[in-house]
């Protein structure tokens, strides 16, 4: 099966306003097809909401960004079809009950229904069975998570994955889809610096072979196109912050506005 061709993105005084203020603000960048772009940051800066406006979760309210040829914020629902979310809090958490393998068959029945056109539900089941069966076998490749290193197999539950193993899996899932962009939050959160490395060396190999990765992180790898969510200084002859919101109130935002990006991802 052929990969996905990753998709440009770039964005142009990109913006988004909550309740309490700016969750980030001015975000200007171009990126290649392919690209590994870092959206680096202190917790609490907006990058989680701005991971979610670039592939189509949240409804930016300022400037434009592009993702291929289609447009944010007019083309919320196209830019969806064309991304995938690994591991975002609150928005796509596995669930701790359920095993590696129910977890697959899950998102591959899904993908299969909504993924697909009319002619592919069409195509005799043992055909369909047999893509599905692929998708996932490549997904799982491409994420590097073995089911035979893990403890039981694909019979696992997630609450016994160790992080790394639960991030490889969260990114399986959404490779499953075969999206052109792939979002990861908290990219480096709570892993040694072995796991770290093996973390980006992950999200590397993907964009290497196609497809376009965003991910959230407190410290951006060498090599990757950095987007920085860090509040700017603020003008002291206004006394106003020209980049958006003090960071304590980013993060209250962000507790806001990722709330109701699960809504929407939940509609999407």
Known sequence: MDGPQGAAVS?????????????FRGVGFTAEPG?????EGPSGSGRTCLLLALTG????????????????????????????????PGVTDLDPALTVGEH?????????????????????????????????????????????TLPKG??????????????????????IGRPRLLGVDDTDLKLSDTERAEAWGL?????????????????????????????????SDTGTDPGGAREADATDDND???????AEAGRA
């Open 57 to 88: 979760r949240m409804r930016a309210t300022e400037g434009r960004a592009s993702v291929g040829r289609l447009r944010l914020p007019k083309q919320l629902a196209a830019v969806r079809r064309v991304s995938g979310l690994g591991p975002v």
């Open 11 to 23: 964005a142009e005084d990109f913006g988004l306003k909550g309740p309490r203020g700016w969750a």
């Open 154 to 175: 694909r019979r696992t539950a997630v609450r016994d994955l160790e992080r790394l193993e639960a991030l490889r899996l969260s990114v399986a899932l959404a490779l």
């Open 203 to 235: 999200l590397r190999s993907l964009a290497q072979s196609g497809t376009t990765v965003v991910a959230v992180c407190s410290e951006a790898p060498e090599g990757a196109v950095v987007v920085s969510t860090a509040p700017r200084t603020t003008d």
């Open 104 to 148: 697959l068959r899950e998102r591959a029945l899904l993908e299969r229904r909504f993924g697909g056109s009319l002619r592919d539900l069409l195509r005799p089941r043992a055909e369909r069975t047999a893509e599905a069966r692929l998708r996932v076998d490549t997904a799982l490749t491409a994420a590097g998570l073995d089911m035979e």
């Open 35 to 39: 690209s590994l772009i870092a959206l």
């Open 256 to 262: 806001k506005e990722t709330a109701d990006a699960l």
